[in-house]
Structures are given as structure tokens and as C-alpha cells.
């Protein structure tokens, strides 16, 4: 998914139900020189999501569900 969020950036970004976040990354993205602050952006917001799943997982480990 890293890969896919330096690539295009806002389709990262929407695949993560993200939808706004992915219009404003779509806007940014459509200049050459905002292009790269998307991909950081996305991959930003890639592995915060990724994260949160992992917190997720962990609480329900914790209360035994």
C-alpha cells in the first residue's frame, strides 16, 4: 500500500475511507510540485491507519473478544 500512496497518492488516500482527505490529495497531487507533498501526505496517512488497526487488534486481544 506504500507503494501505491507514492503512485497515486489520493487513490492511497480514498482506498483508506478517507474521502475529503483524498479530494484535497487530488487537488495538491494535479501540480508537478505538489505531487510529492501527496505522496508524503498519503503514506502519512497509510500507516496511521495501519496503526490504528494494530490498536484495534491489540484492545480486543486485551479484553478478550
Given amino acids: ?9 489520493w487513490l492511497a488516500v480514498l482506498l ?3 474521502p475529503f482527505k483524498a479530494i ?4 495538491l497531487q ?6 510529492i507533498p501527496a505522496a508524503i501526505w498519503a503514506v502519512a496517512v ?9 490498536y484495534q487488534q ?4 486485551l479484553h478478550g473478544r
Fill in 30 to 35: 494535479l501540480t508537478v510540485v505538489g505531487w
Fill in 58 to 61: 491489540m484492545l480486543r486481544i
Fill in 46 to 54: 497509510v500507516r496511521h491507519d495501519r496503526r490504528e488497526k494494530q
Fill in 1 to 9: 500500500m506504500i507503494v501505491g500512496a507514492i503512485l497515486l497518492p
Fill in 24 to 27: 484535497a490529495c487530488l487537488l
Fill in 16 to 18: 483508506g475511507r478517507h
